[in-house]
């Protein structure tokens, strides 16, 4: 049987407001293997959790974060009664529970995210993942086993060699429009694990769709806002294996 494990996306978030304690405890209720959660530092160099340059559209305030101090940033409500969090309190939220993909919104941040970790202890249990490569390089410098996702976003050809001998990466994240067979193969083979997500805002039939392609292709790991529905998606095939969370860790 093929085994397939649960992704969530901001934790929980069509649940409990997006990156939040909130959220990231649903994930875990659901079953969730890894939760994606965002980073970026504010003003006074604590590290957030924050998807959005600005807090306008995920809290009651408005304005940057990155010229906001914690204590400010703290005083903000999201959703009814969500706080941000921060990296180590979030860390601290899932520890034995739950490993985290930890996405660097920021630039020059990803050395305090590696501490950060390491004084958690979670070094084994977090994976570091940028937009930006020269932020991968940055956080493989702090700390060489630093746990390493890539993104593949466009449908074109892949060297999983270079990914893994450059960047040491042990994660391919990719996005629905860039999954080809030939890539998530070549990619396994480079000893890649790898991870698809797919929009919040469909339905269940069109997430469905999308599982179903992505899991017949060798996804290992599949990621939304609703994990539950992984789950149940993973229960409806009779030809898949929910990989829970003590099996994977064994």
Request: hydrophobic share 40%.
């Amino acid at each position: 049987m093929l085994k397939v494990f649960i992704g969530a996306h901001r934790g929980a978030m069509c649940h409990a407001p997006e990156n939040t304690l909130g959220a990231f405890e649903k994930a875990i209720e659901y079953g969730t293997y890894r939760i994606e959660c965002d980073i970026r530092r504010a003003i006074d160099g604590q590290l957030v959790m924050m998807h959005d340059a600005t807090v306008d559209r995920t809290t009651d305030g408005t304005g940057n974060v990155g010229v906001m101090t914690l204590t400010e940033l703290k005083q903000l409500r999201v959703g009814e009664s969500e706080t941000i969090p921060t990296l180590a309190e979030s860390l601290a939220c899932v520890s034995g529970r739950c490993r985290m993909l930890l996405e660097l919104k920021d630039d020059n941040i990803a050395t305090d995210v590696v501490r950060t970790v390491e004084s958690a202890n979670m070094l084994d249990m977090c994976t570091l993942i940028s937009f930006s490569e020269d932020n991968l390089r940055e956080a493989r410098r702090a700390n060489p086993d630093t746990l390493i996702g890539f993104f593949h976003l466009e449908p074109k050809p892949l060297d999983p060699a270079r990914v893994v001998d450059e960047f040491g990466a042990n994660l391919l994240v990719v996005w629905p429009a860039a999954a080809q067979p030939e890539v998530i193969a070549a990619a396994k083979v480079a000893g890649l694990h790898v991870r698809c997500g797919f929009r919040d805002d469909m339905t269940y039939e069109e997430s469905r769709a999308v599982f179903t392609r992505m899991v017949d292709m060798g996804v290992d790991e599949v990621s939304c806002g609703r994990p539950d529905w992984i789950g149940r998606m993973i229960a409806e095939r009779q030809d898949l294996f929910p990989r829970g969370r003590s099996q994977a860790w064994s």
